[in-house]
């Protein structure tokens, strides 16, 4: 389910900003805030990217930038993989992320965080 911004001023005339999860057939103009006491707007999208680097589409589906980061280092990966071996194999001819030799193959690497030590 995508994520969603909604506003609404309580009785003060304070703007309040809030995100939520909605399906794309939910009625929006039913849409209470979280105390249950007002109506909510529905905000349009800011922009083409947003906070920490994210597209607004990842955005809305709740991707962290961890994951982004990760689907950046397979694709480089692969790309070293179909670079460096020999027209023919598999690893060349695979467009797959991961075959089952990365890191054993003295090409490729595999992603392992470093475990930091509780002192």
């Known amino acids: 389910m995508p994520r969603y911004d909604f506003e609404y001023y ?18 929006f103009s039913l849409k209470m805030s979280p105390c249950g006491k007002y109506k909510v707007k529905k905000l349009p999208p800011t922009g083409i990217s947003s906070g920490e680097g994210l597209t607004l589409n990842q955005k809305k589906a709740g991707t962290t930038k961890k994951r982004v980061e990760m689907g950046k280092f397979m694709k480089d990966q692969r790309t070293v993989r179909q670079k460096s071996y020999e027209p023919g194999t598999r690893q060349h001819d695979s467009n797959e992320i991961w075959t089952g030799t990365e890191g054993t193959d003295g090409i490729t690497q595999t992603p392992i965080s470093k475990i930091e030590k509780k002192g």
């Open 10 to 27: 309580d009785d003060n005339g304070t703007r309040h900003i809030f995100e939520d999860f909605c399906s794309i057939n939910d009625d």
